[in-house]
């Protein structure tokens, strides 16, 4: 995880930064790690743009606003929101 200088520029930005941040630590201990690529090529994310597409959808969700990746549509949002209630556990 990385957090710049430019994430304090506002409150906003801050928040942003932080839940998307958090959501690549979901995404590194759930059991859903590997869902990420077939659920983001829906809309044509790839390797690490889908990782990050992922992240900004998870972040919106916890209420972080529109992405700085992608602004998530609202069935990509649903996905990610059915994918967060499933979680097993981590790294089951």
Do not use: K
């Not at 839940?19 to 659920?39: F, I, M, Y």
């Not at 969700?61 to 609202?74: I, T, V």
């Not at 996905?79 to 981590?90: H, I, K, M, P, Y």
């Amino acid at each position: 995880m990385w957090i710049g200088r430019s994430a304090f520029r506002t409150e906003r930005v801050l928040r942003y930064v932080v839940l998307h941040e958090l959501a690549h630590g979901w995404q590194s201990t759930s059991t859903h790690l590997q869902t990420v690529w077939p659920d983001m090529r829906r809309w044509g994310r790839s390797g690490l743009s889908a990782i990050e597409a992922n992240a900004d959808c998870i972040a919106a969700l916890w209420g972080a606003g529109r992405g700085h990746y992608w602004d998530c549509p609202p069935d990509a949002r649903a996905l990610a929101a059915r994918r967060l209630a499933n979680d097993g556990g981590v790294n089951r």
